[in-house]
């Protein structure tokens, strides 16, 4: 994974795949040191997949200053220019679809389409659940916390009879790099740049073919905010899936779906 500097920061990111150019935009915390990841999915088998740790992420620079959306937006489209990439399908993902819709709406020549999964709009247009309001919890009773509101059916009562499968939700959301120096002050500064994320007012102007993919049991990137997006982005293409905020990972026809989409070639 080569870490070239990139504006102002120096960019961890890492490129497999053939086919037609995508940009994956990950999810809060994401680091492409965890495994499985997005290079292990489907993707690569269709697409030349380009992505990237972002500001303040994994390896790449860790500035300890407050984050904007617009600069997450800027480092994808100058990690586009810096692999020679003139355009792009976009795949966004949670906290990545909140820097995707600012990549569409910020660089729209650089979006060919647009794939906007449990995410939401900010704003008047409904935020996603704000967790940076959970930062001052131990990171085991925060990843329990989480497990109710990512899935709506995993309430108290689910959580007392499937102890095993909470113990291994739990751990699936430990942070294996939590020691490393500047790790806590760069998560709070990705959650300040997300409680301020709002592009509801400015949806209108995202013209390329979109996709909102989300879960039916998201709490996190509630359906509602779903109905929001695609009652503003003009012609978007709203489609369900059975599960919540990882419905990706629970429903298997997602991802096939996302990928027909992405393939499809406009005139």
């Given at each position: 994974m080569p870490i070239e500097t990139v504006g102002d920061i120096d960019i961890c990111f890492e490129r497999q795949g053939t086919g037609p150019r995508l940009l994956y935009i990950s999810g809060t915390g994401a680091d492409l040191r965890n495994r499985p990841g997005v290079f292990d999915g489907p993707l690569p088998r269709t697409f030349d997949v380009l992505a990237y740790d972002q500001r303040g992420l994994g390896r790449t620079s860790k500035p300890d200053r407050p984050y904007?959306?617009?600069?997450?937006a800027d480092d994808a489209a100058r990690l586009m220019d810096h692999v020679g990439?003139?355009?792009s399908r976009v795949l966004g993902i949670s906290f990545g679809g909140m820097v995707a819709q600012e990549l569409a709406l910020r660089h729209p020549a650089k979006v060919e389409r647009l794939v906007l999964a449990c995410t939401s709009p900010g704003g008047a247009g409904e935020p996603s659940y704000p967790l940076h309001r959970l930062q001052d919890m131990e990171p085991a009773e925060r990843a329990r916390f989480v497990i109710g509101i990512s899935d709506t059916r995993r309430d108290l009562a689910w959580a007392e009879a499937n102890p095993a499968e909470v113990d291994a939700l739990v751990a699936m959301s430990m942070d294996g790099f939590a020691g490393e120096p500047g790790r806590a002050m760069v998560a709070r500064r990705q959650m300040e740049a997300r409680a301020g994320?709002?592009?509801?007012?400015?949806?209108?102007?995202?013209?390329?073919p979109t996709m909102i993919a989300a879960g039916r049991y998201d709490g996190i990137a509630t359906p509602r905010a779903q109905e929001n997006m695609a009652s503003r982005i003009p012609g978007a293409d709203l489609r369900y899936y059975d599960g919540g905020h990882l419905f990706m990972l629970q429903d298997r026809s997602a991802f096939?779906?996302?990928i027909e989409f992405l393939q499809h070639a406009d005139a």
């Amino acid at each position: 994974m080569p870490i070239e500097t990139v504006g102002d920061i120096d960019i961890c990111f890492e490129r497999q795949g053939t086919g037609p150019r995508l940009l994956y935009i990950s999810g809060t915390g994401a680091d492409l040191r965890n495994r499985p990841g997005v290079f292990d999915g489907p993707l690569p088998r269709t697409f030349d997949v380009l992505a990237y740790d972002q500001r303040g992420l994994g390896r790449t620079s860790k500035p300890d200053r407050p984050y904007s959306m617009a600069e997450y937006a800027d480092d994808a489209a100058r990690l586009m220019d810096h692999v020679g990439w003139r355009d792009s399908r976009v795949l966004g993902i949670s906290f990545g679809g909140m820097v995707a819709q600012e990549l569409a709406l910020r660089h729209p020549a650089k979006v060919e389409r647009l794939v906007l999964a449990c995410t939401s709009p900010g704003g008047a247009g409904e935020p996603s659940y704000p967790l940076h309001r959970l930062q001052d919890m131990e990171p085991a009773e925060r990843a329990r916390f989480v497990i109710g509101i990512s899935d709506t059916r995993r309430d108290l009562a689910w959580a007392e009879a499937n102890p095993a499968e909470v113990d291994a939700l739990v751990a699936m959301s430990m942070d294996g790099f939590a020691g490393e120096p500047g790790r806590a002050m760069v998560a709070r500064r990705q959650m300040e740049a997300r409680a301020g994320h709002d592009t509801w007012d400015r949806l209108g102007d995202i013209r390329c073919p979109t996709m909102i993919a989300a879960g039916r049991y998201d709490g996190i990137a509630t359906p509602r905010a779903q109905e929001n997006m695609a009652s503003r982005i003009p012609g978007a293409d709203l489609r369900y899936y059975d599960g919540g905020h990882l419905f990706m990972l629970q429903d298997r026809s997602a991802f096939p779906a996302m990928i027909e989409f992405l393939q499809h070639a406009d005139a």
